[in-house]
């Protein structure tokens, strides 16, 4: 069974800092790893998709890392702003359905 | 603007009730997802549907049913069996049902047991 792992649970960085964000899952086997934004109360919004077979993907501020080999993924966020705060979740894809870590909630102060 | 509607944005049950909630996309997907998401917890998944007629049953199915009569419609009964429905439940959709496709959410029902 897949499990996807994110740490930490909760993060606070000021204003300008870059924000990392850990992924982890238990089996290699996936199809593509997604990074999506969830705001308070509100569904998700796709911000990153990787294929397997790729390394890295870049949008903006934001560029996210895949070694699947070792089952990571990492989104920088560079020179963070207070709207980045939310909840942000990476979900592995495979055996046609997503596989959710239970996110990591960022906080960033003006 | 194409995208995914889920109805309503807050609902209440009350015990022995069943309530249905809706699920309606116009990207033309062939595919279709419902997710419950419950607080510090990962999305899991209670259904999905790869085309119209079809559907199979996700990691957490019991006290749920859907049915997919049509493309663009998913929805979602939650039954007096399912003892804990509080939760926060995300529809999503992809344009074939297959694990390389990216998902689309909609914006969540929340619901809540009076």
């Known amino acids: 069974k897949q499990e996807v792992t994110q740490i930490p649970a909760a993060l606070s960085v000021p204003e300008g800092e870059n924000l990392v964000l850990n992924c982890s899952f238990t089996?290699?086997?996936?199809?593509?790893l997604q990074w999506f934004r969830q705001d308070p109360g509100k569904g998700l919004t796709s911000l990153l998709l990787i294929q397997s077979s790729q390394r890295e993907q870049t949008s903006g501020r934001l560029n996210a890392s895949l070694d699947k080999s070792s089952g990571r993924s990492t989104l920088y966020i560079a020179a963070s702003q207070p709207g980045d705060s939310a909840t942000y979740l990476c979900a592995v894809s495979h055996d046609y359905k997503l596989s959710f870590g239970a996110g990591t909630t960022v906080t960033v102060r003006a | 603007d194409g995208g995914i509607t889920q109805s309503p944005k807050y609902l209440f049950r009350k015990e022995g009730q069943n309530v249905t909630l809706s699920c309606e996309q116009n990207l033309n997907h062939d595919a279709m997802y419902w997710y419950r998401q419950d607080p510090g917890q990962g999305l899991r998944l209670i259904y999905y549907?790869?085309?119209?007629?079809?559907?199979q049953k996700g990691d957490i199915a019991e006290g749920y049913s859907v049915s997919r009569e049509k493309k663009e419609s998913f929805p979602l009964t939650v039954t007096s069996a399912q003892k804990n429905p509080t939760a926060f439940y995300l529809c999503?959709?992809?344009?074939?049902?297959?694990?390389?496709?990216?998902?689309?959410f909609g914006d969540g029902t929340r619901l809540s047991i009076l």
């Open positions: 089996d290699s086997a996936i199809y593509n």
């Open positions: 549907s790869q085309i119209v007629n079809d559907f």
């Open positions: 999503a959709s992809s344009a074939r049902g297959q694990a390389d496709q990216p998902q689309h």
